[in-house]
């Protein structure tokens, strides 16, 4: 639960996308996880028919996946629930685990960690919208668009989802010294 927890602000992906991570997926020595398109938000067709989506993953989400790997790698699911390996923790696991450390739903849910990411990627550090929309995985909004823009910027994204850990790792470094100096 706590590198779940770790993982969900750092590559913001969909909670359900997350906690049903197999490590089939995974692949640490090139930093990408594959999320097949049958697990993603997509109508039928798209489930069936459609790429995966990549997630480049950050040299921090690296490090918690091979932390993690000799706890849950003999497992089919990174995130195994409790009433059987193959199955992922539950749809309330990290919501609940929020809720223990004190953000309730109006303050931070597990969802919004995606739209906290789109939004100081493009202002704070101003990242290409469309290399952030791919990431999130969405679809673009025109007819034409879908038709015409198969692009996944993964190049982009690489470089992206870098510097956003590296962003978090900043802010958390930050906050901990004020929190030092306020504590002193």
Known sequence: ?????????????????????????????????????????????????????????????????????????????????????ERPISDNTLRAALLTLGYGPTVQTVHGFRATARTLLAEVLEVDPLAIEAQLAHAVKDANGRAYNRTQYVKQRTVMMQRWADYLDELAAGSLAEYDKKAA
Not at 25 to 54: F, S
């Open 1 to 85: 639960m706590r590198a779940a927890l770790q993982l969900a602000p750092l590559l913001f992906q969909r909670p359900n996308e997350l906690r049903g991570a197999s490590w089939a997926e995974i692949d640490l020595d090139n930093a990408l996880w594959t999320v097949p398109a049958a697990r993603m938000k997509r109508r039928i067709d798209g489930k069936q028919n459609g790429d995966p989506h990549l997630v480049p993953l950050p040299t921090q989400a690296v490090e918690i996946l091979r932390r993690l790997h000799p706890v849950t790698g003999h497992d089919v699911m990174v995130f195994p629930g409790e009433r059987g390996h």
